[in-house]
């Protein structure tokens, strides 16, 4: 079966629905995602729905469809400028989009604490410490990316996750990602991503870990010092 690589630039919300469809069932076993939501399966939607909506009105989002037209998998980026959680509520087409607030909401008290004062202190400080504290505004950040079972995941997501690479090293940014398997990690060192740090978390009743590897894609050298590039 053929497939093709589409960004969804003004996602439909039938389109949306079906990115967080296949995302959701490719990641609803992830060691990672599991930790981060308590590993309450019933939250693995409203998870990906998150960085979904995030990625519509500040970052992309990119899909793999098959010969139907069906999507099959998706990725969220987030360019210069932009990531996932850099505001809670954001304006888009002139109305206040709450991004995590509905996700927070369905956590649990315990699990909103750990969220607030432990896992994104950690995560974020986890990438400033490896990167420097400017790297993930200066920098395409690969945060989610799914295929759904039954489809050719490694290819699909070779092809997502070049369609941006292409972009970025075209204006000579860096690209980030997190790997939370060892398959995973494979993948983008195929792609040219260098390891530079792992992180350990431990999830909120401090008896599920789960790790990150904090992945670069740098910038090819500038040979045109002319030309200046967004901060």
């Known amino acids: 079966m053929s497939y093709s690589i589409r960004h969804l630039s003004d996602p439909t919300e039938l389109e949306l629905v079906a990115t967080s469809k296949a995302i959701s069932t490719a990641l609803k076993d992830d060691g990672f995602i599991k930790m981060t939501i308590g590993r309450d399966p019933e939250l693995v939607v409203p998870f990906v729905n998150a960085v979904l909506v995030a990625g519509m009105i500040e970052g992309e989002i990119h899909v793999a469809e098959d010969a139907n037209g069906t999507i099959v998998g998706g990725a969220v980026w987030f360019g210069p400028g932009s990531e996932f959680c850099h505001r809670l ?85 860096d690209s980030l990602a997190e790997a939370t398997n060892v398959i995973n990690k494979q993948l983008f060192e195929h792609l040219g991503f260098i390891d530079r740090g792992q992180k350990e978390f431990l999830g909120v009743k401090g008896n599920d870990k789960a790790s990150m590897w904090i992945m670069v894609n740098p910038a090819p050298p500038r040979t045109d010092a002319g030309t200046s590039y967004m901060a």
Do not use: C
């Not at 109305?95 to 315990?110: G, I, K, S, W």
């Open 89 to 173: 509520v954001v304006v888009w087409r002139g109305t206040a989009e709450r991004v995590l607030v509905p996700l927070l909401a369905q956590f649990d008290d315990e699990l909103q604490t750990w969220w607030n004062d432990k896992f994104l202190p950690e995560y974020h400080g986890a990438i400033d410490q490896e990167l420097g504290p400017s790297k993930r505004l200066r920098s395409y950040h690969l945060q989610l990316i799914g295929i759904a079972p039954n489809h050719p995941s490694q290819q699909l997501a070779t092809r997502m996750i070049r369609a941006v690479l292409e972009k970025a090293q075209k204006h000579g940014y």
